[in-house]
C-alpha cells in the first residue's frame, strides 16, 4: 500500500513564530488532507489539497503531485496550534481507505 | 462542532465482552467511515458504508463488525474484547464527491475505550 511519512515528528516553537511541516508519499495521489487534532483528541480537517496551493486564514497548504509532497505552512503560531497535524493520502478521488502518517506533534510555547 | 455525534465518549469495560459504538453522521452525509486510533499503529482506517451498503473495507478484525441503517447511522461492534483493543475510535462522514469532485473527511469527537 501507499506509504506516507511526515516531518519532523516532534517541532517546538515560539508563539509568534512559523513552521512548516512536511508530507511525503510514495504513490500518486488523487486525494490528500491535512488535519489537526487538538490537545482533547478532536480531528478538524483543515484542508483537501491533492494538488496546488490553498490559503485559509494563518494556514496554507501546498502539494506538488508530481514529486509526490505536500507542505502545510503555519504563521505566527499561537498556542491553540499545539496538536498533532497529519497528513492523509488515497489514491482514490473518495475518502474510501485513507492512509495517515504518523502525524507531525507541534508544541507552541507562550 | 463537525457535526458528526458520536456516543459514548468513554467506555471501560473487561477483556471477553462485547461493546457497541454509535455514529450519527453529519446531516446529507451518506458515507461512514470507523477509524482506530492506537499508540502502535496509528489512525488506521476500519471499515466504510454508503448508504447502507458496506463499501470498504481495512485492518478490521474478524471479532469486529458494523454497519449502516436507513437512518445512515453507523453501529461498530467489538466483541471477544482483548486488551490490545483499548483504542481511540473515531466515527467520520463525508458528502457524495458531487460536481466540487471532492468531499472532505469531517470526523467525530471519539469513542475512548478502555479494555481492562
Known amino acids: 500500500g501507499i506509504q506516507v511519512e511526515q516531518s519532523p515528528p516532534d517541532l517546538i516553537l515560539q508563539e509568534g513564530a512559523n513552521s512548516t511541516l512536511r508530507c511525503n508519499f510514495s504513490?500518486?495521489?488523487?486525494?490528500l488532507q491535512w488535519f489537526h487534532q487538538n490537545p482533547w483528541g478532536q480531528l478538524i480537517n483543515l484542508f483537501y489539497i491533492p494538488s496546488g496551493t490553498k490559503q485559509n486564514g494563518r494556514l496554507s497548504a501546498t502539494t506538488v503531485a508530481t514529486e509526490r509532497y505536500s507542505l502545510l505552512y503555519i504563521s505566527s503560531s499561537q498556542t491553540t496550534d499545539s496538536g498533532v497535524y497529519f497528513c492523509a493520502v488515497s489514491t482514490n478521488f473518495g475518502n474510501e481507505k485513507l492512509t495517515f502518517g504518523t502525524g507531525t506533534r507541534l508544541t507552541i510555547i507562550p | 462542532d463537525s457535526g458528526v455525534t458520536q456516543t459514548p465518549k468513554h467506555l471501560i469495560t473487561a477483556t471477553g465482552q462485547r461493546v457497541t459504538l454509535r455514529c450519527s453522521p453529519r446531516s446529507g452525509d451518506l458515507s461512514v467511515y470507523w477509524y482506530q486510533q492506537s499508540l502502535d499503529q496509528g489512525l488506521q482506517f476500519l471499515i466504510q458504508y454508503y448508504n447502507g451498503e458496506e463499501r470498504a473495507k481495512g485492518n478490521i478484525l474478524e471479532r469486529f463488525s458494523a454497519q449502516q441503517f436507513p437512518d445512515l447511522h453507523s453501529e461498530l461492534n467489538l466483541s471477544s474484547l482483548e486488551l490490545g483493543d483499548s483504542a481511540l475510535y473515531f466515527c467520520?462522514?463525508?458528502?457524495?464527491?458531487?460536481?466540487?469532485?471532492?468531499?472532505?473527511?469531517?470526523f467525530g469527537n471519539g469513542t475512548r475505550l478502555t479494555v481492562t
Open positions: 504513490d500518486s495521489v488523487n486525494n
Open positions: 467520520a462522514s463525508s458528502p457524495p464527491l458531487g460536481d466540487r469532485g471532492y468531499s472532505p473527511l469531517h
